[in-house]
């Protein structure tokens, strides 16, 4: 395992294609301007700032979630937080690389 892998940002794709067969919705953490210059078709926008408002409306969802954004890093920390709130939830890290795993 690498560090990579210890923050969350290593090579996940057999979690991703486990997560999209049951059914994941994507949720996209960037801001809104970032998600309209591009993102990954059916996806939801939920910027990081608005992750904690939003818990019961994604519970509802009643789904696994796929977390993105540029990077990763901001991802990350939502995932970190949608889990600690009961949500399986897994760090996709940045919308493209994702996109390209799809």
């Not at 970032?34 to 939920?46: D, L, P, Q, R, V």
């Not at 409306?57 to 009643?62: G, R, S, T």
Request: hydrophobic share 35%; with cysteine.
């Amino acid at each position: 395992m690498g560090l990579l892998d210890l923050l969350g940002l290593g090579s996940k794709t057999g979690e991703i294609k486990n997560f999209i067969e049951r059914g994941a919705v994507i949720i996209d953490v960037r801001t809104t301007g970032e998600y309209a210059s591009g993102h990954i078709k059916g996806s939801k926008n939920i910027p990081l700032d608005q992750i904690q408002g939003k818990v019961h409306e994604i519970k509802k969802l009643n789904k696994p979630i796929i977390a993105c954004c540029r990077s990763g890093a901001r991802s990350g920390q939502a995932t970190s937080f949608l889990k600690q709130n009961g949500i399986e939830c897994i760090n996709g890290g940045g919308w493209d690389g994702l996109q390209r795993q799809l």
